[in-house]
């Protein structure tokens, strides 16, 4: 046998052969969940007709499904980890095939509603992936630097997906007559086929034996998710309903109420030897300051879509605006995805060789520098594409980065939960930053030749939120320990094969 052939057979059974297997199914996995998060948006002012509702209550949809998603990621990762993250993301996906079928034969608001909400199972799924990934490649040392290659793949897909999934719908749509059924089982199909793929093509992990789910540590986490994510949806909604100063009072103590929950949670998981979330690992200097980037790039990936909207819709004659029409609106928004694509691959690229830490860095730098731009220069086309582009590179860089980081930052058995949480925080700033944003543009709203149009003021605020939290994430991570996130010395045989590799000039999937 000669060298390269006994190279190639040493690296199938290697970390970089199994991930690279792993990553063609996932990449489907995560294309069919961007297809879910762009396929139903065009589809709004016809699922609201159908439904005889108000377009306001789509806003409904959004809160119900933020709630879920806060609540049952936790749970579901704990789950992955104890049990087997192949088992859960299965569940997971069969779950979010259930719901996609209850959403095209769905003939009342509250039934849609239900079924929206319990389609966010899907937010589980990029977690358990990483999860998958770096358990395997832990085996050979590699978990590290080939999870980090492998996540940028995955935000690859998952951004195009969303592409597909946005421009097939109003097509598909058109083709089918306006018939809103049969388009909404587009979506329902494609989640049925990836949960047959992960069936069939995933190879299960390896957990622990002896965990235990803390139930309790759950509830109370639960509680506490509950009273914040429902105290800033509230918060939004306040002008909606209005509600006046007595609704300020609520989202006060709900939120106070909320924090009240957390301490008792933290304090409580403290006591317990296998706690829901280690507190411990969370106070890790290669942790916390990833948890807080994630929340911190969630104020400007989940909370500033809106704004960015409306922006490019406003009249230009206000002195402000771009006075877009739909379709040119979402070709800003297009632009946008493609820009995190972009940072996803130079993510995916870079992270062979660049330290871990400074990308994180220059990724938070690059959302800061984004979206500072647009204080100036905000009035021309080219001005806000360039600005979006620049944010989006960032923000495509730590999308896939973050759940890697906290993969690699979390001892063994606790992958799944650590990469959960970075969605978790990442979750709660946007619905923390789309609160806020709401209150302050409606602030301004009508102050502006009578329009409805939020004031120029209210945008600056809404863009320097975003810029300080990407400045004030990158200055976090320098907390973090310059030798975080690296491999553990690579065994002998794993360098020795890829060593074979380069020098046979084979390419690489990853």
């Known amino acids: 046998m000669s060298r390269a052939s006994s190279a190639a057979d040493r690296l199938r059974g290697s970390a970089l052969g199994i991930t690279a297997g792993l990553i063609g199914w996932f990449v489907l996995v995560e294309l069919t969940s961007g297809i879910l998060q762009g396929f139903y948006v065009p589809l709004f002012s016809d699922i609201v007709t159908s439904l005889g509702i108000h377009d306001s209550d789509v806003n409904w949809f959004e809160a119900a ?56 199972f899907y937010v589980v799924w990029l977690p358990l992936e990483i999860a998958l990934i770096f ?24 951004e195009a997906g969303a592409i597909i999934g946005a421009l097939a719908a109003g097509r598909i749509f058109a083709a089918t007559g306006g018939d809103l059924r049969i388009t909404l089982l587009v979506p329902a199909i494609a989640v049925t086929l990836i949960a ?23 509830v109370i986490l639960a509680w506490g998710l509950l009273l914040v994510t429902g105290a800033l949806v509230y918060m939004r909604m306040i002008g909606e309903l209005g509600l006046g100063p007595g609704g300020w009072a609520w989202v006060a103590a709900l939120l106070a109420g909320g924090v009240a929950v957390f301490v008792w949670f933290v304090r409580y998981e403290l006591r317990q030897p296998d706690p829901a979330i280690d507190i411990r690992v969370l106070r890790r200097p290669e942790m916390w300051p990833v948890q807080a980037t994630a ?23 206000l002195g402000y605006g771009l006075g877009l029409d739909a379709t040119a609106r979402s070709n800003v928004i297009g632009v946008y995805l493609v820009s995190l694509i972009v940072g996803a691959v130079l993510f995916a ?5 660049a330290n871990p830490r400074l990308i994180l860095i220059v990724a938070s730098a690059l ?28 923000s495509g860089a730590l999308v896939g980065a973050l759940p890697a980081a906290a993969a690699a930052a979390a001892p063994h058995g606790q992958t799944g939960i650590a990469s959960a ?6 979750t709660i700033g946007g619905t923390f930053a789309s609160a806020v944003f709401g209150v302050v543009l409606a602030a301004g709203a009508g102050a502006v030749a009578s329009q409805t149009a939020a004031s120029l003021g209210g945008y600056m605020t ?42 046979t000039g084979e390419s690489r999937i990853i």
């Open 295 to 317: 929340f911190l790039v969630g104020i400007s990936l989940l909370g500033a879509q809106g704004p960015l909207s409306t922006y490019a819709g406003t009249d230009s004659s």
């Open 196 to 218: 047959l793929v992960i069936w069939l093509g995933v190879p299960e992990s390896e957990p622990l034996p002896g965990r235990r789910l803390d139930t309790w540590g759950f």
């Open 135 to 158: 358990e395997r490649g832990r085996r050979q040392n590699r978990g590290t630097s080939l999870t980090r290659r492998a996540a940028g793949l995955l935000v690859v897909g998952l």
């Open 367 to 394: 959302v800061g520098i984004g979206y500072t731009l647009f204080l100036p220069f905000h009035t021309e086309l080219w001005q806000v594409l360039l600005n979006l582009s620049i944010a989006g590179v960032g």
């Open 462 to 503: 809404v863009w320097a939120i975003c810029a300080a939290g990407g400045f004030v994430a990158a200055v976090l991570l320098f907390f973090v320990p310059k030798v975080a996130f690296g491999d553990p010395e690579a065994s002998a045989d794993a360098v020795a094969a890829e060593d074979d590799v380069a020098a």
């Open 65 to 120: 499904q933020l709630l879920l998603s806060a609540l049952v990621v936790p749970v579901m990762a704990k789950l992955g980890d104890m049990y087997g993250h192949k088992k859960i993301l299965l569940v997971a996906a069969i779950l979010t095939a259930a719901a996609s079928w209850w959403l095209a034969f769905a003939g009342d608001f509250w039934s849609f509603l239900v079924a929206w909400a319990l389609q966010g």
């Open 349 to 353: 690229v870079t992270s062979r060789r």
């Open 421 to 426: 949480l970075t969605n978790t925080t990442k």
